[in-house]
């Protein structure tokens, strides 16, 4: 009478070990998407970016070096 158990008895996953379908209440996301990446690319933090060093308006140019 023990033998055999009826398929009433048996758990809906069929004892595989991994249910077929997630558990009720906790939705896991699709595999498919890859991970999302950790932070977006930002620019350098630092001052702005700055043109070569050029005499500024009104001011001698600097001193050449020697010929």
Do not use: I, N, R, V
Not at 23 to 48: L, R
């Amino acid at each position: 009478m023990l033998m055999s158990q009826p398929p009433s008895q048996q758990p809906p996953q069929g004892g595989f070990g991994a249910p077929q379908e997630p558990p009720q209440g906790t939705p896991q996301p699709p595999q498919d998407q890859p991970p999302a990446p950790a932070q977006p690319p930002q620019a350098p933090a630092g001052p702005p970016a700055q043109p070569p060093q050029a005499p500024a308006a009104g001011s001698p140019p600097p001193p050449a070096g020697p010929p």
